[in-house]
Nanobody, 115 residues
Framework: QVQLVESGGGLVQPGGSLRLTCTTS????????MGWYRQIPGNQRELVAT???????YLLESVRGRFTISRDNVKNTVTLQMNSLQPEEAAVYLC?????????WGQGTQVTVSS
């Protein structure tokens, strides 16, 4: 059974930084795109960033220059470095990955941005 587990969320002041990590486990034969979404209650889930196995990166326009996504193809992890966080970016951040020819989701990690 493949599982994704996010870590690194928490409370940060406006302008602060957090580093989220998504760890995979289970019987994995291949991983395609990995990425991060965020979900605010009552809103649609929003794609924040993706990274392909060859490190082709997509970033939501509003986070470019502040967020960085990277992956470790040996450890099968994906990391989202978030800098200069703003209060409106508070959300549950979810990891998403294409593993063994299907999509998997993590349960999410809460990011709170408040002074």
């Amino acid at each position: 059974q493949v599982q994704l587990v996010e870590s690194g969320g928490g409370l940060v002041q406006p302008g602060g930084s957090l580093r989220l990590t998504c760890t995979t486990s289970g019987n994995i034969s291949g991983i395609g795109i990995m990425g991060w979404y965020r979900q605010i209650p009552g809103n649609q889930r929003e794609l924040v960033a993706t990274v392909s196995p060859s490190n082709h990166v997509y970033l939501l326009e509003s986070v470019r220059g502040r967020f960085t996504i990277s992956r470790d193809n040996v450890k099968n992890t994906v990391t989202l470095q978030m800098n200069s966080l703003q209060p409106e970016e508070a959300a549950v951040y979810l990891c998403n990955a294409f593993i063994n020819q299907r999509w998997y989701w993590g349960q999410g990690t809460q990011v709170t941005v408040s002074s």
